[in-house]
């Protein structure tokens, strides 16, 4: 499976952005998606996971309220959209899909390439 992530950019505090994940396959709707982050010099860190049938959502406390990780599964995307953004937002954002509803990158199979998120002050 391979994962196109897109909609990054430079955006001021307080703005939105809605980042796209789109799998070269129509099979996105098998897989668990997340969406992690990792800004210069520190590590990757999990942002939202949903489940296949989008029963079930999770999104970290730092971003909490701000993002939500809608999918698609008949477009097969999944989104991350974010609102109230802050410098603390700015980050290389992956998707990323596996089998298990997980905030462990380690537990994710395939990745997207990154798409660039700069929010300035």
């Known amino acids: 499976v391979q994962l196109l992530a897109s909609g990054g950019g430079l955006v001021q505090a307080g703005g939105s952005l809605r980042l796209s994940c789109a799998a070269s396959?129509?099979?996105?709707?098998?897989?668990?998606m997340g969406w992690f982050r990792q800004a210069p010099g520190e590590e990757r860190e999990f942002v939202a996971v949903i489940s296949r049938s989008r029963s079930s959502t999770a999104v970290a406390d730092a971003v909490k309220g701000r993002f939500t990780i809608p999918r698609d599964n008949a477009k097969n995307s999944v989104y991350l959209q974010m609102i109230s953004l802050k410098p603390d937002d700015t980050a290389v954002y992956y998707c990323a899909a596996g089998q298990k509803f997980s905030t462990a990158a380690v537990e994710y199979d395939y990745w997207g390439q990154g798409t660039q998120v700069t929010v300035s002050s």
């Open positions: 396959l129509r099979t996105l709707g098998n897989y668990v």
